[in-house]
């Protein structure tokens, strides 16, 4: 398997580990529906998140959590809404990016920023 999908996939296992640990309920992970990926849909205080992972080593141009741009937000949001339209959700949901740094000696480091689409939907 490519290098860089073995980051991806170490990452999103940190993600779900680590937000486990915060409290979120995860639902699902590596959803595929026609219009796209879903790389987690978890739970957190009664509102559905669909988390998009995004993992980078250190000393890349742009920090994991620049490269979610507005084409795939507005992708993050169209999957989105049809998963939760396929569970039947009518309820609040957000979508949050887990952003992780990998450092040369292979140290990861996460941050999540939640509600990246504040007003969207």
Known sequence: MA???????????????ELSRLGYRIIETNVRMK???????????????????????????LPPEATVGPSK???????????????????PWRIDIAAITVDGDGKPSLEIFKDITVGLI
Request: hydrophobic share 40%.
């Open 73 to 91: 937000i507005r992708k993050l949001v169209r999957t989105g809404t049809a998963w939760m339209d396929s569970r039947g959700w009518e309820g």
């Open 3 to 17: 290098r860089h999908l073995d980051l991806g996939m170490a990452g999103e296992s940190l993600a779900c580990r």
């Open 35 to 61: 219009m796209g990926e879903l790389d987690i849909v978890a739970e957190e205080g009664g509102e559905m998140v669909v988390v998009e992972v995004r993992t980078r080593t250190l000393g890349r141009m």
